[in-house]
């Protein structure tokens, strides 16, 4: 009987080279609440390089030079950027074009023939993302914190910024965004009776369609804001994360429902979607798949037009309706 003869099989050593060869950075893991919680967040140091300078915040205009505020008679149909000098408000105009529409210019908000018009939806629109701003920057201080947020912060340079949402059912989980707050789908107690089980299978889904969307809105695993051990805690949950977590989505619920969805009248139709509404926020809007927008960047203190007046800014009154009417008004709010 002749011996059987071993020979090496190319393919599988140059799949070997291959491997050993093309070996990826390890995935770092920092903590983020308390030990042996397995509370931590995962991220390819590779990846998050590449997505820093993509999300990386303009440098700041000269500062504007030493001047007293002017006085509101000096310009025409001027309701938000109020109690500025000349100098810093011609500079947070020109900061504000090159954040939003820097092909366009001034004219993708004003009419040329007369800036002071307000002919142009995209000038009543902006108005409104002025106010919001201001809201956001006041408002929510537990949420942005110092960073503050700008116009670029969503609009990254585009005149749309690139995470938007509309309707499109009623189960549709981004309504958690709007008018839906249940997404508590596990219990403190096991074998729950039927009396008691509110949850479902649909329930579950919506939830962590939600879970996911927040995930990757904020480019970070699941817990960097929960305990993997215990979901339903907040006394362990990402060392403070799932708070921040709890106020941003109360942030975003409250600017859509106050700020976007009262402009469903001003939207012309190539802006709306497809079942007639207007576009509105989510996580990803300002995060663009970063953990902290533009990862932190103070933008907002360069600019003291983007920061809160000394009256509230709810003061303002809601942009004057045109005279095209929705064709169904429940579909600002979804029921």
Same mark, same amino acid.
């Given at each position: 009987?002749?011996?059987?003869?071993?020979?090496?099989?190319?393919?599988?050593?140059?799949?070997?080279?291959?491997?050993?060869?093309?070996?990826?950075?390890?995935?770092?893991?920092?903590?983020?609440?308390?030990?042996?919680?397995?509370?931590?967040?995962?991220?390819?140091?590779?990846?998050?390089?590449?997505?820093?300078?993509?999300?990386r915040a303009p440098a700041p205009l000269p500062p504007a030079p030493p001047q007293d505020p002017a006085p509101d008679s000096t310009w025409k149909n001027v309701q938000v950027?109020?109690?500025?000098?000349?100098?810093?408000?011609?500079?947070?105009?020109?900061?504000?074009?090159?954040?939003?529409?820097?092909?366009?210019?001034?004219?993708?908000?004003?009419?040329?023939?007369?800036?002071?018009?307000?002919? *142009?939806?995209?000038?009543?629109?902006? +108005?409104?993302?002025?106010?919001?701003?201001?809201?956001?920057? /006041?408002?929510?201080? @537990?949420?942005?914190?110092?960073?503050?947020?700008?116009?670029?912060?969503?609009?990254?340079?585009?005149?749309?910024?690139?995470?938007l949402w509309f309707y499109t059912g009623v189960n549709q989980p981004l309504r958690h965004y709007l008018d839906r707050e249940d997404v508590r789908v596990q219990s403190h107690v096991a074998l729950k009776s039927e009396d008691t089980n509110h949850t479902s299978i649909k329930q579950t889904e919506y939830t962590y369609s939600l879970m996911l969307n927040i995930s990757k809105g904020l480019g970070v695993n699941c817990t960097f804001c929960h305990n993997s051990r215990q979901w339903f805690t907040w006394q362990a949950a990402?060392?403070?994360?799932?708070?921040?977590? *709890?106020?941003?989505?109360?942030?975003? +619920?409250?600017?859509?429902?106050?700020?976007?969805?009262?402009? /469903?009248?001003?939207? @012309?139709?190539?802006?709306?979607?497809?079942?007639?509404?207007?576009?509105?926020?989510?996580?990803?809007?300002?995060h663009q798949g970063a953990y902290k927008p533009l990862y932190g960047a103070k933008m907002a203190k360069d600019y003291p037009g983007l920061m809160p007046p000394p009256a509230s800014a709810d003061s303002y009154a809601a942009p004057p309706p045109t005279s095209r009417t929705p064709e169904d008004v429940s579909l600002l709010t979804g029921h």
């Amino acid at each position: 009987m002749s011996a059987t003869t071993l020979r090496p099989v190319p393919a599988l050593g140059l799949l070997v080279a291959l491997a050993l060869g093309c070996e990826r950075p390890p995935v770092d893991t920092i903590q983020t609440g308390y030990r042996g919680t397995a509370t931590e967040t995962n991220f390819n140091p590779r990846l998050l390089a590449k997505s820093m300078a993509e999300h990386r915040a303009p440098a700041p205009l000269p500062p504007a030079p030493p001047q007293d505020p002017a006085p509101d008679s000096t310009w025409k149909n001027v309701q938000v950027l109020k109690g500025l000098s000349v100098n810093e408000f011609n500079r947070t105009m020109i900061a504000m074009t090159n954040w939003v529409a820097p092909k366009q210019g001034c004219i993708y908000c004003h009419n040329p023939a007369n800036f002071a018009s307000d002919s *142009l939806y995209t000038k009543v629109v902006a +108005r409104r993302m002025l106010q919001m701003t201001h809201h956001i920057n /006041q408002e929510y201080q @537990p949420h942005v914190a110092a960073t503050g947020v700008t116009c670029y912060t969503c609009h990254a340079g585009n005149n749309v910024p690139a995470n938007l949402w509309f309707y499109t059912g009623v189960n549709q989980p981004l309504r958690h965004y709007l008018d839906r707050e249940d997404v508590r789908v596990q219990s403190h107690v096991a074998l729950k009776s039927e009396d008691t089980n509110h949850t479902s299978i649909k329930q579950t889904e919506y939830t962590y369609s939600l879970m996911l969307n927040i995930s990757k809105g904020l480019g970070v695993n699941c817990t960097f804001c929960h305990n993997s051990r215990q979901w339903f805690t907040w006394q362990a949950a990402g060392g403070g994360n799932r708070l921040i977590a *709890l106020r941003g989505i109360r942030m975003v +619920r409250d600017l859509n429902s106050n700020y976007l969805v009262p402009l /469903q009248p001003t939207w @012309p139709a190539n802006r709306l979607g497809p079942h007639g509404d207007g576009p509105k926020l989510e996580c990803a809007t300002c995060h663009q798949g970063a953990y902290k927008p533009l990862y932190g960047a103070k933008m907002a203190k360069d600019y003291p037009g983007l920061m809160p007046p000394p009256a509230s800014a709810d003061s303002y009154a809601a942009p004057p309706p045109t005279s095209r009417t929705p064709e169904d008004v429940s579909l600002l709010t979804g029921h």
